[in-house]
């Protein structure tokens, strides 16, 4: 037995060197204050991470074992009531890039009109791709400004963007998104399967609710890299040896089982 053992470790190696690893979260912070290139037109404004309530903390990022996106979740320091203005607010869209350039290759699309006061029903929002880049101001839906219009008797980041002002014509819908958490401290996504593949190891992440009083524009690394997409060729062909190896093995080992029992007898 022990003459096979190095046969049976090589086999381990074959078969675990293509199996990928499991899904795993990552962790992002609130290091914004404004997307880039979108400062507030109030200067005094500009160094504020927030502007009245509510106030992002950060989040978590999830993806599956070959790198699709699963999950992001959006944390608060805390959850307001009615009597102080939150049921004014409403979830912007969620924007995201896949690589490290500035144009938005998703977004989840939550409503055309963010600053009606009203939450959309069912909790579950389209998934759309897109290609829009972060500095097209006609693009987008933007906040507002302070104590004008529906913002009357509050502070808020000065028209900062909120989402799309409406799906560009080459948007291509890609799934149902499901939100969760409205009302509580955490904001989860959670996204179709096999829809969002991760392959240039970055997601950076727009998001802010219709107020814009706190802003998230986050990279995050993801040190699962994109060999764990699919087994490499070289993993395969490590496989298939080892596999090959084995028929070889237990054929030679039959053969000589055949010729002791002839000799036995």
Not at 138 to 153: C, K, L, R, V
Request: glycine share 10%; proline share 6%.
């Amino acid at each position: 037995m022990k003459r096979f053992m190095p046969f049976w470790l090589f086999l381990a190696l074959c078969l675990f060197s293509v199996t990928p690893c499991l899904g795993t979260p990552f962790t992002f912070y609130d290091d914004s204050i404004y997307w880039p290139g979108w400062a507030n037109n109030s200067p005094s404004d500009n160094g504020k991470d927030t502007i009245g309530d509510p106030n992002f903390t950060g989040g978590t990022v999830k993806i599956d074992e070959l790198g699709y996106l699963t999950q992001i979740t959006f944390s608060f320091a805390s959850w307001g009531n009615t009597n102080n203005g939150w049921n004014k607010l409403e979830p912007g869209d969620l924007f995201l890039s896949i690589d490290n350039d500035t144009n938005w290759e998703y977004v989840v699309y939550t409503d055309n009109n963010k600053l009606d006061g009203t939450i959309p029903s069912p909790w579950n929002y389209n998934l759309y791709a897109i290609d829009i880049s972060l500095d097209n101001g006609s693009a987008y839906q933007t906040s507002g400004q302070d104590n004008t219009g529906f913002w009357s008797g509050y502070n808020i980041r000065h028209n900062h963007p909120i989402g799309l002002n409406s799906l560009p014509s080459g948007a291509s819908l890609e799934g149902a998104v499901e939100f969760s958490g409205w009302g509580t401290t955490n904001l989860t996504f959670i996204f179709p399967a096999d829809k969002i593949l991760l392959d240039a190891g970055l997601l950076t992440i727009g998001f802010t609710v219709n107020c814009a009083n706190d802003v998230i524009y986050e990279t995050v690394e993801l040190s699962l890299p994109p060999q764990n997409v699919v087994p490499e060729p070289a993993s395969m062909l490590l496989m298939g040896s080892g596999l090959v190896g084995l028929a070889g093995f237990l054929r030679a080992r039959k053969k000589g089982n055949g010729k002791r029992t002839a000799a036995q007898s």
